[in-house]
Each structure stands twice: as structure tokens, then as C-alpha cells.
């Protein structure tokens, strides 16, 4: 009667030690933790579209100067923006009325923090220049 208890005793061992395996290794090693997002590239016309303010170089005894500028600017910018994978900005800068303005009311065409907009029944949208999105002052 003790040999029948003692294989009895076995079975139940042989049979239960592999149901503990299986069930420490179906807990697995749980939901792995997500890392905060990456840093955003810098974007130095989050501001202002004109970072490098060319337009104080308007009265510069050097005449080439402001378009030197306006040149290394625009480089600047869409190298900027290639970089960061983003569409890039027009080369030309346009003088546009600001957001609230009579005249920007009546065009329906303003310029807001740098960006051309044109007003549609729904909103606004970005105006395209034929390199890429245009730039404005006014706003």
C-alpha cells in the first residue's frame, strides 16, 4: 500500500511540475514599456517664416546684401525642412495684409505668422507658390 501511495506520490509530481513551467512561462515578461517620443527637429520657422530678417538690410550700403540674404535664407530654410522631412517654403517672400484687416477681408488672401492663406467656406488653406509653400510678411 505505501509503494501505491509513493508511485501515486510520483505521478502527481511528474504531472504537476510541468503544468508550473507552463504556466510561469505563458506570464511572459509583460508589456514592455513605450519610451517617450522623440525630439521634434528645430524648426527655425515656427515663428516667424523670415528668420534672418533680411529686410533690415534694405538700406545697407553693400546693394547685393539683402538678397544675399534673402538667398542664404531660403537655403537655410529648405535644407531646414528637407532635413526634418517636412514640404519646404518658396524662395520669394510676398507683402500680404494681415489676419483681421479690411483689405485682407476683401481679398480673402492674408498672411498669417509668415504662411499665405486664402480663406475657403470651411476655414483656410495654404497657398503653394510653384517651389513649395509661400512665404508673406504682413502677418
Known sequence: MAMGKGIAVLILVAVMAPSFAQTRAAQGKG???VGPAPKAHFNSTAK???????????????PAMKSLC????????RSEARLA???GPSTRVIDLPPLGSAEGKR????????????KIPN???QIWGSDGWQRCRGG
Not at 48 to 62: G, S, V
Not at 107 to 118: D, F, K, P, S, T
Request: proline residues 9%.
Open 31 to 33: 508589456a514592455p514599456r
Open 48 to 62: 516667424d517664416t523670415t528668420p534672418f530678417q533680411c529686410e533690415t538690410l534694405r538700406n545697407h550700403p553693400y
Open 70 to 77: 534673402d538667398q542664404i535664407e531660403s537655403d537655410h530654410i
Open 85 to 87: 522631412g517636412r514640404p
Open 107 to 118: 481679398l480673402g488672401i492674408v498672411c498669417i505668422g509668415g504662411q499665405a492663406m486664402r
Open 123 to 125: 476655414g483656410w488653406e
